[in-house]
């Protein structure tokens, strides 16, 4: 492994951003001790969430010292007012500055169809926010069509030219580097030029990580992860995402012009067991061993 793949790695791995949900936020009370504070939180809101749940732990997250990029899922707002509502009290009672603005899922509650419609309605101006976040989507989605994610991609580049905050792409998770990356030169090729923050999966077994891909539907993360699972003893092993961190910065080494700038990590094993094992890669060296597996180097 090169310097270079190493100091990349690094540099990912003091940058990543991690996300969590009401409900596990309400388990541990506090996560001070569990995520270190120079990392990002997201907040993801479920279809079945309350907003309230949403702006509260982005408020205590907050106070406890963590930059929060709450989740916005456009279908789910079922009107403008409620919209600028959820916004507002981000804002104002949470503190949030920053936020991630995604389409959320098939079923549409009110009259709101796209994210691109929450930029349009300039209320992320109106309250202040500075930075943010719109989906892209590696391996497709089973809810839009190809067509439809590139002229999403198009409209959303174009939108952020005028925009008076800093827009990025914050991708669904995937498996294989080969997924970002000809996901990339097909949006180099429609002219994106927003910064790509690629969706990592958390340490987790492979039982675990197919629930997850079949429940999002992501075809070739289905394909390469039931490859695996043909091997049955490997099923309820934990694994960790090694080789994908590695391939991407061998791929951001030799790709200066690429747009991928940070990594964000879905802890599909639990957010407590992702963030020991990214301590532990951070506060540790380590070399990438003939196993494709990140091997911590003993002082």
Known sequence: MSKEN??????????YTI???????????????????????????????DSKNVIETAKKLILEGYDVIP????????????????????????????????????????????????????????????????AGHPEGSPDISEE????????????????????????QFFFEADSLINWEKKLKSIGNSLDIHAGIPGPASLKTLIAYAKSCGIGNSIRFL?????NITKLASPKTPDKLIYDLAEYNHANKNT?????????????NKTSEWLDSLKKSEFIYNSNNEFEIIDN
């Open 259 to 271: 747009c991928l700038k940070k990594l964000h990590f879905y802890p599909f094993g639990g957010i």
């Open 6 to 15: 190493i100091d990349l790695i690094k540099r990912y791995l003091n940058n």
């Open 19 to 49: 996300e969590t949900t009401p409900n596990v936020y309400k388990k541990y009370i506090s996560f001070s001790g569990i995520v270190d504070k120079s990392h990002a939180i997201y907040i993801t809101y479920l279809p079945d969430e």
């Open 226 to 230: 039931s490859k695996q699972a043909l």
């Open 148 to 171: 439809e994610l590139e002229k999403a991609i198009i409209e959303k580049n174009k939108f952020s030219v005028n925009a008076d905050f800093k827009m990025y792409l914050a991708t």
């Open 71 to 134: 989740h916005l899922p456009s279908r789910t707002m079922e009107s403008k007012s409620d919209l600028e509502k959820y916004i507002a009290n981000l804002s104002e009672e949470s503190g949030c500055k920053k936020i991630l603005v995604i389409g959320g899922g098939g079923k549409q509650n009110g009259n709101i169809s796209s994210s691109l419609e929450v930029l349009q309605t300039e209320y992320l101006d109106k309250y202040n926010f500075n930075e943010v976040g719109v």
